[in-house]
């Protein structure tokens, strides 16, 4: 399956401000944000794309342009790469890639069967198989509530229990028919394990901690005026890219003395922008994709 990049030129305007500016792409995937870039900016320009997942990486690795380099690493670890105030846009699109669910063997699919993975990058970390292992009943349920709003989650977790202990749970239908099986509703509009699924990337990837990481580094090597474009696929990314620039959450706690506060301000430029109907129709992936943009000031 081919990963169409997703409110592509509405992004791109945005971003764009400066046709020989510096850019990061923070999430490569297949590099249709960054070949779109690339297309725009000028020789004397750069743009740096991240991408945590070794296959992306050796996909950005086969573009030869002067003014690109890919780096195989987490976007939140900006600011070992990038000095304060230095750049001029950056982008997230946040989540996974359509290639991810391409065949089992990277284990993100309760479709194909494969390893129980789900690791962006799987030279670190551990493998889903290996965490469902030895978590205790509470912290697969709270994982289930946390990140997939799964109501189901105590009866999920406590047939996972049930199965762990007579058979090790190695492969994604293995765990795909764990949930199903004991799922109440039998008729629903999308797959039982659909929110599991979600949440179990989310906890093995630790995706929203270091998308708030990644924030705060971003503001940082933002220049004066530069642009943050990020585009979220639910709510517990777009509740932290929300939150982070609210003016609010810059009321830091009373015990640090205001003085030693960097004061990082940014106006919401584009709230809230969404696919068009025909972009839906031409990629289904785009209708929970939210776009918002801000400038710093
Ligand atoms: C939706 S895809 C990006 C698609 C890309 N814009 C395109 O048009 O081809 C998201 C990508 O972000 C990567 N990713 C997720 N979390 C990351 C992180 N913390 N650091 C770097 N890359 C990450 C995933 O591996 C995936 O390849």
Redesign the pocket.
Known sequence: ML?F?VLLEESLDFLIQKKDGKYVD????????TQAILSKIDINAHLTS????LE?FNHASLITNKNFNAVHN???KLEDTFPKESIDGILY?????STHFDEGDRGFSFLHDGPLDMR?NTTKGEPLSLWIKKASQKEIMDVLYEYGDEKHAKIISRNILDHRSKNEIKSTIQLANIIEDIYPEKRKKIHPATKSFQAFRIHI?N?LD?LKQ?LDQASNILVKNGIIVVISFHSLEDNIVKEFFKPSIRNFPKDIPLNTIEEKDFECIAKKIRPTDNEIALNKRSRSAIMRVFKKI
């Open positions: 990963h990049p923070c999430t490569y995937g297949r590099g249709g944000h991240f991408d945590k997942d992306a987490s976007f939140n699109d946040l989540g996974t890639c962006f990837n995706e270091e990644s």
